[in-house]
Structure formats: C-alpha cells, structure tokens
C-alpha cells in the first residue's frame, strides 16, 4: 500500500520537491494574475473602493473568465456555478412545495466536465506546438560554424513553447570568404511572432546567399517584411553584422536593436548603435552601416532585450548594468564559457519567475586574426 501511494504521488508531483511544487506555482499563478489583472483593471479604471471597486472586480473577473470560453462551455460554467451556489432549490405550485437537494454533486461534475474539454483543448494546441518548436529547431543553427580564429556560442530561453527570437551565423554564399552573424527580435510572442521569424530567416538566407553588399541585404530585408506587414504592426528588431576572418574587419547595421557590446582585449567597451529603424515599419527606411575591426581578445556579445528586461519574482528587471558587471568580469575563456557565466547570471536573477519576453544571446570570441575561412 505504501509503494502504491509512493508511485501515485511520483505520478502526481513528476518527483517534484514540494519547494520545487511550490516555486512552479507561485510563477503560474503570478502569470494568471499578470492576464486576468490587465483585463479587471481596464474594465473597472481607477475607482475607490468605497465605490463598489470590489463588486465590479468580481463582476470584471466573471466576464474576463467567461469570454476566454466558447458558448456552449459558457453556459455549462454559468450552469455550475449556479448549482454550487445554490445547492438546494425550492418550487411552489398548487400541489405543495418541491425541495430539489444535493445539487452541489452536479455542479461538480459540471466543473469536471468542463476542465475535461479544457484540457483537451490544451493537450491538442500543446501538441500543435511542440511540432511547431521542432520545425522551428531545423531553421536555427544547431551548431555556429567553424571559423580560423574565432568562436562563437549561442543560447535561448523561450517564454513559450515557441519563441519570436531569431539567431543565425553561417558565410554567404555569394561572397564565401564573409561570415555573417545576425540576431533578431520579432515584436510578440508566441505563433505569431515565430512566423514572422520563419519568413525573417528564409528571405535572409536567400538575399545573402547573392554578391550584394550588406546595405543592400537590410535594404531589401526590410521591404519584404513590409510587404508581409501592410499595417507595421509587426516589426522585427535585428542586428547584422558581416565579418571577414582573414583580417578581422567587420560591417554591421543595428536595425533598431538593442546595442551589442564590444568589449576589446584592453577592457575598453563599444556598443555598436549605427543603424536604423526596425524592419517592417517603412519601405522607403534608410540605413547606415557602422565599421570596426576585431583584434585578437575582442569579444563581441549580442542579446535581445529579453535579457535586460528579464524579471524576478518581486518584477525587478535584470538590467544592463548587471549585464555589464558579468561582461567587464570575463576572462579570456571560450565563448560557450562566456556564455554559460552571463546565462548563469540571468537564471540566478530570475529563478523560476515565468518571463514576458525570448530570451537570447550570442557571443563570438576572437582568439586570433588571420588565415583564410573555412565556410
């Protein structure tokens, strides 16, 4: 009996501690809080309590939980709850009085019946979604290619099953001896925003792919995504940078991203910001492009703002500067052990506090200049 009980809980709990139970649903619930809080808060504005602020909070929560349900379940839930509220019901005709009892049985297997469909729901879009994550897998690098003195290691953290972040380093085939390094940010979440990366990634792998310079691969990035988003609303934040191996020069455009850091062997930090607006938003958008050149010790670390805006459990933001503490404090390790200390750092901020936003990262370690790519 003992082993029975033993082998249910693990069944229940997946082995979970009760502490680690506890910390997964203090994050579930502060992300049910955070989605029915902004509906109730918009729909009963700023009132004082003295008002009736508590009734139009409940009445808010009702129609906020009712409207995320179809119709038929709508009424099997106003159904429920009727008969858990009102567990016996009394009728009067000519014959007498009718006393209707033990109606709170029906409302729970009212309340059971409907959790059944919701889950079903779930496990069907669940499933959806993995498939979705796995084809979204194949379109990401599995590994950064191999470049003569340099390396370069890659991460991210999805907020859901898929993620709006878009990384990617390979050498253009039009002009083989160029590694291009790109990362990119879909404004969003979820399905909408992978789908806009999915297209993101294959218009860029095919405009690299021809001899153009790298203005003119933002230029003619930026008018399809137009073309694909008539009303602007979703843009993409991207940084792209084109590297020759042989002799460390570089070029890159900041599409309206957030500033990546080059911090050089003798400490000093550039953020590189020359750019421009996000793509997407104006067809006609000019571009500037920004040029450098990587040195032996250089390393070159470029986020999404996942990273900086990442939040604990009490909702503080990680932030740049502690970002910049981390980087001032690397040594002269691989990029992957650069890498793990700045992944490291965030999760340790945050916990298992569920984020709002992708979380993403990649840095390219320069050891030595020289030689020719490998591509």
């Known amino acids: 009996m003992a082993a029975r009980l033993r082998n249910f809980w693990r069944r229940i709990t997946d ?30 504005g700023e009132r004082h309590w003295y008002k009736g602020r508590i009734l139009r909070t409940a009445r808010a929560l009702f129609w906020a939980m009712m409207e995320k349900l179809s119709p038929a379940r709508r009424l099997l839930f106003l159904i429920a709850l009727v008969l ?11 014959n007498g009085e009718i006393d209707i009892g033990g109606l709170t049985f029906f409302g729970g297997v009212g309340l059971l019946i409907l959790l059944a469909l919701e889950l079903a729901d779930r496990v069907t879009m669940k499933r959806d979604l993995e498939i979705a994550r796995e084809i979204q897998g194949w379109l990401m690098p599995a590994a950064p290619p191999a470049v003569p003195g340099m390396d370069i290691a890659f991460s991210t953290r ?4 898929v993620a709006g972040d878009y990384y990617d380093a390979f050498f253009r085939p039009g002009i083989p001896d160029r590694l291009l390094v790109v990362v990119g940010d879909v404004a969003g979440k979820s399905v909408p925003a992978a789908l806009m990366m999915a297209a993101l990634q294959a218009s860029l792998r095919t405009l690299a792919s ?13 008018r399809y995504l137009c073309s694909q988003n008539p009303e602007g609303r979703r843009f ?21 991203h957030n500033w990546p850091v080059l911090r050089h062997a003798s400490g000093a930090e550039e953020r590189l910001e ?21 040195a032996a010790g250089d390393l070159l670390v470029i986020f999404t703002d996942g990273l900086a805006e990442a939040e604990n459990d009490k909702q503080e933001e990680y932030g740049e500067r502690r970002m910049l503490g981390v980087i001032a404090g690397l040594g002269q390790g691989s990029a992957a052990e650069a890498l793990g200390a700045l992944t490291a750092s965030v999760n340790a901020f945050v916990g298992a506090t569920r984020q709002h936003d992708d979380i993403t990262c990649l840095v390219l370690r320069v050891f030595a200049v020289g030689g020719s790519a490998n591509g």
């Open 158 to 161: 999805p907020a859901n099953t």
């Open 84 to 94: 858990l509220v009102f567990p016996h019901l009394q009728f009067h005709n000519d």
């Open 236 to 256: 993409t934040t991207a940084f792209l940078m084109e590297i020759d191996p042989a002799t460390g020069a570089f070029a890159y455009v900041n599409a309206g």
């Open 15 to 44: 082995g979970l501690a009760l502490q680690e139970l506890w910390v997964q649903f203090h994050a579930e619930a502060r992300a049910g809080y955070d989605l029915y809080s902004k509906e109730v808060d918009s729909a009963i």
């Open 274 to 294: 020359t750019g421009g607006l996000p793509l997407g938003i104006r067809p006609n958008a000019m571009y500037e492009s920004g040029a450098g050149r990587l």
């Open 210 to 222: 021809g001899p153009g310079s790298l203005l003119d691969v933002i230029g003619l990035l930026n």
